[in-house]
Structure formats: C-alpha cells, structure tokens
C-alpha cells in the first residue's frame, strides 16, 4: 500500500527559500547564424525556479503542477522533455500517480527518441549554443524517470508495473553507448534496493536476492564516487533472502564482502513494514562557468571535434582564417558546472508507539549530478572552445571581407558587432530537471497491522531537530509494506 504526504498532516517549525533563475525560452526555429541569438536573450519563461520552490515549501504540489501546465508553451519545443519531468514530478508528489506516470511516460518517450536519433551536428547547434538542440537529459535524469515511475505504480498497488520499470532500467543502463570514458554512473543503487524490496513484497523471493546483491555492489561504487555509505540494513535483507533460499554459501559470501548482517527486523509474516522515502533539500543548479584561452592554444580542440554536413565547411574556412591571424587573440568560453543549494534538513527520526528509527541515505542526487557532469568535462569544454574558437574566426573573416571590399569603417563596425554577438551567444547549456531532490533518504519501521500513527522527525546534519510532522492512519498490512514520501525543501 502507498501514502503520499497527507493534507492533514500538522507541521512545526519554519522553512525558507532559497532564489532561483527562470529556464530561458528556446526559440521554435534554428537561427543560421549567431548574431541572430541576441534577439533570443530576453526571452524566459515566467514560471521561475523560484515559483516552484516556493510552492515545494508550502506542500503545495497540485498547484504547482497545474502552473506548469499553464506554462507549458513557455518551455518551448526544445525543452519539452522538462515540462513532462517537472510536471511528473509535482503530480507524484501530489499524490496523483496515474497522471504523474502519464506525464513520465512522455517524458521517457522523448528522451529516447532524441538520445537515440542519429547525431548530426546543426549549423545553429555548432555557432550559437547548445540551447539550440532538444533537450534529452543528463544520464542519471534519465535513469530516474524509471525509478519514480515504479514508485507511482507501487503506489497504485500495481506491483508488477513497478517491476517493468524497474526492469526498463536495466535495459537503459545496458544501453548506454561506451565511447571510451567510463562513466561512474553505470547503474542505480536505490533503484536496485527499490527493486528488491517490491520483487520481496509479491513473493518472489529469487528475484528480491539478486536486486539486493546488485544493490550492495552498486552501492560500493556509490561510496567509492559519491560518498555514499551502503544502507545497513540491504545487508540484512540480501541474507535474509538467501538464508530463504537456502543458499549457504550465497550467506557466506555476503558476510565475507559485506561484513556481519545487522539485527533482523521483526519477521513480516507477523507485522507489516512502513518504507518512508524523504526527498530532501532542492536539486543541484547548472550555472555558466568561464575561462579565456587564446585562438591559439584553442585550435587544437577544433581540430579534434568530428564535424559533419555544413559545419565540415565552417570549420575548413576557419582553418583558412587561421593561417592569418595573430595566435594572442583570446576568446571566451562557457561551459556548464553544478552548484548545489545548502540543505538544512538532511535526515529523518520516525516514532511509532516504542519503535523509533532514524533514515539511511540510499540516493545523494546531488553528488550524482556532479560527477556525471564532471565525467564529460573534457568533451564539453573541448565542444566549447572548438565553438568558441570557430565563431571568432568566422566574424574576422566576414569583417576581412568587407574591408577586402574598400569599406574599412565599415569592416569595423562589422567585426565589432559579431564579436559582441558571439560574446553573448556564449552561454552554457543549463538545464536540467529542476524538481528533483538533493537526496533522498529511507527509514523502514517493522509495525503491527491496523492504523498506524508516525511521528516524523526531521535532523540537521548534527542531529538536532528542526520540524515535526504528524501522519495518521497509516494504514499497515501484515506480510506487507506501505510506502510513504516526505518532500522538505530547506
């Protein structure tokens, strides 16, 4: 069974918001050179980030949704991958599962379509910014869009929907391209811990022992890139599962790899068990990140880039150019880099009757999002310089010419036009899925069945307590588990 943040839950303490950017409006068409961008840099979308972080403050999530359907125009062609995830997301939280599955099925349809479309680079791609091209995702975006699928079909009680999603992800994850750089982010850990707890809740034992394995290795890479430590119970839950079985050798080797399994949780035959997800803090921004490098120095990147269709003769006039010009010109670079909001509340304490557990960090969002991005860094500066580089060149030899032309003030004006043009056309690619949490941390309670009332707690990073919430009338089933989501935003 699922629970969802009740309307009568009571609250104490005090929340702030931290200030957000608007996602700027992505033209409908591509524009075949860059000056023409500067027409593009007032437009922005009126729902800002910080809208929706205040409405994230308040609990208002089905509010929050219908304004993101009522700017839906305002994402533009090109994003329309972040209207379906936002809009995905706020209706999970709102606890309207059949229409958040409805919004990240379109979401997981687009991403697929753009990431697995033949790459061919766009004249307006290549000399203006990557805001030009739709939006597909980050991997590890991507990869959520199944996790939080199968918590809305968990929530619906259709577990082996659930299951599908889960299996999908295997699938993503088996098909990502390798292109020589190994990515740290290979397979999801929560999302394999997720698997196993659903595949245990419908009987099948089997399954639950290999999504539990899967999990703690995973989240031995977790630790080693993110910082991540391995929840302490998914050791318990990988031997109960194989003492089930009755692999002994499978209980020996979990010992061997994982140290000593915790004190079992009451068996579940007897009690029902509340699995509370709290999805804390605002996820990580994009911001502009830039550096200066001469035309010389920045050359080399050019030619490492694979151009095709109309950019092969862009960059070979560059390289005409080149030969020309003195190698102390500089050019300015952008490249996107995360910064993550300050989180406040980074734990849970829940209380029902005598039974108090506090929450394990089982998905650091945030951490993700950062090593992704830094694990392409090389190839998205190496694309920024070669833009860069191209852009500055191209408008040195359009001035060339109409001063070749016996205009020479008219060669300057030129020059100084396009230059100023590709200084503002040479912004960062930010987006990115602006509702998701920073982390998410999960506490599990083995209680009695019948109506349940939790006390939940929630922790700064020293332990203290900083707000409290009340649910009633959870509802727990013997032999079951009842999921439950908390969303707290400072």
């Known amino acids: 069974m699922w629970h969802g943040p009740p309307a009568h839950a009571r609250v104490h303490g005090q929340n702030a918001h931290s200030p957000f950017h608007p996602i700027g409006k992505t033209p409908p068409q591509e524009i075949p050179f860059f000056g023409g961008a500067l027409l593009l840099a007032g437009c922005a979308t009126t729902l800002t980030l910080r809208d929706l972080n205040n409405f994230i403050l308040k609990n208002e999530f089905a509010p929050a949704a219908e304004q993101v359907e ?67 995702g980050e991997d590890f975006e991507r990869a959520l869009i199944f996790v939080f699928s199968a918590i809305n079909y968990a929530a619906q009680n259709q577990g082996e929907a659930a299951l599908v999603e889960c299996r999908q992800l295997d699938s993503f994850f088996r098909a990502l391209p390798f292109d020589g750089e190994r990515s740290a982010y290979q397979d999801d850990a929560f999302a394999r811990y997720l698997a196993g707890l659903l595949y245990e809740d419908r009987g099948e034992t089997n399954d639950a022992y290999i999504s539990y394995i899967k999990s703690l290795e995973a989240y031995d890479a977790y630790a080693k890139f993110y910082k991540t430590p391995r929840p302490p119970k998914l050791v318990e839950d990988a031997f109960r599962s194989a003492r089930r079985l009755g692999f002994s050798d499978k209980m020996a080797d979990i010992q061997r790899r994982w140290g000593p399994a915790p004190p079992p949780l009451p068996a579940t035959e007897e009690t029902g068990e509340v ?114 580089v191209v852009k500055y060149l191209l408008s040195q030899q359009i001035a060339s010419t109409v001063e070749k032309n016996g205009d020479e003030n008219l060669g300057f004006i030129v020059r100084t036009i396009l230059q100023a043009a590709s200084a503002a056309t040479e912004v960062a690619d930010k987006r990115s899925w602006r509702t998701l949490p920073d982390q998410i941390t999960m506490a599990r309670l083995s209680l009695a069945p019948g109506p349940q009332t939790l006390i939940v707690r929630f922790l700064d990073a020293q332990g203290l307590f900083i707000e409290t919430r009340e649910i009633k009338n959870v509802a727990v089933t013997q032999g079951k588990k009842t999921f439950i989501i908390v969303r707290t935003a400072v």
Do not use: C
């Open 70 to 136: 009522k700017h839906k125009k305002s994402y533009g062609e090109k994003n329309a991958l972040l209207y379906y995830l936002d809009r995905g997301m706020l209706l999970h939280l709102a606890n309207q599962y059949a229409d958040s599955n409805q919004a990240l099925e379109n979401g997981k349809r687009i991403a697929k379509e753009l990431f697995t479309k033949s790459v061919t680079a766009h004249l307006s791609t290549f000399l203006i910014n990557d805001l030009m091209t739709p939006y597909y």
């Open 275 to 388: 699995v509370l997800l709290h999805y804390s803090g605002l996820g990580p921004e994009k911001v502009d990140s830039f550096f200066e490098i001469s035309v010389y120095k920045g050359w080399p990147y050019v030619e490492q880039v694979n151009t095709k269709s109309q950019d092969d003769t862009q960059v070979e006039q560059a390289r005409a150019v080149m030969r020309s010009l003195a190698a102390d010109k500089m050019v300015r670079i952008a490249f996107p880099k995360y910064r993550r909001n300050a989180v406040r509340i980074r734990n849970v304490e829940v209380q029902s009757g005598s039974t108090t557990v506090r929450g394990d960090l089982v998905e650091d969002v945030g951490a993700i999002a950062v090593r992704n991005l830094e694990d392409r860094v090389l190839r998205t500066r190496a694309k920024a310089i070669s833009r860069a």
